[in-house]
T-cell receptor, first 109, second 114 residues
C-alpha cells in the first residue's frame, strides 16, 4: 500500500544550523513527490516538488529511489522557516495524494 | 483571486447536530479534495472529485460523512450526526488538470463538537 512516513513529529534547530526533514515513501510505481508547508496562521501551500528540481527559500529535496526517500534540506535554517512541513505522494494519475503526518520545525534564535 | 474559499472558518456544535462545511474552489480547477487534519492522524484525504464527480471516497470515515459537488464552483461536506471525535480542521483544496499540478488549499474550517 502507498504510504508516506515522516519519522519526526518535531525538529528543533538553532538559527544558522543545517536542517533535514526526513520523508520516506512506499509506492511501487513512479512517484510524484511534494513538500508542502504551513506557516503559522497561513494556508497549507506547496513548497517544492521533485519534478521541478528547484530550490525554494533555500530548501532542496532530492528523490532517492533506491532509498525511497525525499528528504528536505536547507544548509542554514532561519527563524522564519519555523512551520509545519508535510511530505506528499501523488499517484493514480495524480488524482490521489497522501500526506505524511507532518514535522513541526522550530528554529531557535 | 481569493483562492479557495471555505466557510465557516470556525464551527462549534453539540454532539448529534448536523454540520455542513462549504468550499468554493479556484475558478477553472477541475479537481477538488477534502482533507481532515488532526494532531493524532495528521492530514487525511477524505474524498476527491474530478469534474464534479466523486472519484474516491475511501477516506470518508463513516456513513455519517457525505460530500457533494453539485457544480464546478461549490462543494459541501456534511456530517450527520456529529460526534466529539469529528473535531478537527477540515481543509478543501483544488487543482487544475495534470498530475503534477499544485493543490491549492483553503484556510480550513475548525470544527469543535462538544
Amino acid at each position: 500500500a502507498q504510504r508516506v512516513t515522516q519519522p519526526e513529529k518535531l525538529l528543533s534547530v538553532f538559527k544558522g544550523a543545517p536542517v533535514e526533514l526526513k520523508c520516506n515513501y512506499s509506492y511501487s510505481g513512479s512517484p510524484e513527490l511534494f513538500w508542502y508547508v504551513q506557516y503559522s496562521r497561513q494556508r497549507l501551500q506547496l513548497l517544492l516538488r521533485h519534478i521541478s528540481r528547484e530550490s525554494i527559500k533555500g530548501f532542496t529535496a532530492d528523490l532517492n529511489k533506491g532509498e525511497t526517500s525525499f528528504h528536505l534540506k536547507k544548509p542554514f535554517a532561519q527563524e522564519e522557516d519555523s512551520a509545519m512541513y508535510y511530505c506528499a505522494l501523488s499517484y493514480t494519475g495524480g488524482f490521489k495524494t497522501i500526506f505524511g503526518a507532518g514535522t513541526r520545525l522550530f528554529v531557535k534564535a | 483571486d481569493a483562492g479557495v474559499i471555505q466557510s465557516p472558518r470556525h464551527e462549534v456544535t453539540e454532539m448529534g447536530q448536523e454540520v455542513t462545511l462549504r468550499c468554493k474552489p479556484i475558478s477553472g480547477h477541475n479537481s477538488l479534495f477534502w482533507y481532515r487534519q488532526t494532531m493524532m492522524r495528521g492530514l487525511e484525504l477524505l474524498i476527491y472529485f474530478n469534474n464534479n464527480v466523486p472519484i474516491d471516497d475511501s477516506g470518508m470515515p463513516e456513513d455519517r460523512f457525505s460530500a457533494k459537488m453539485p457544480n464546478a464552483s461549490f462543494s459541501t461536506l456534511k456530517i450527520q450526526p456529529s460526534e466529539p471525535r469529528d473535531s478537527a480542521v477540515y481543509f478543501c483544496a483544488s487543482r487544475a488538470a495534470g498530475s503534477t499540478d499544485t493543490q491549492y488549499f483553503g484556510p480550513g474550517t475548525r470544527l469543535t463538537v462538544l
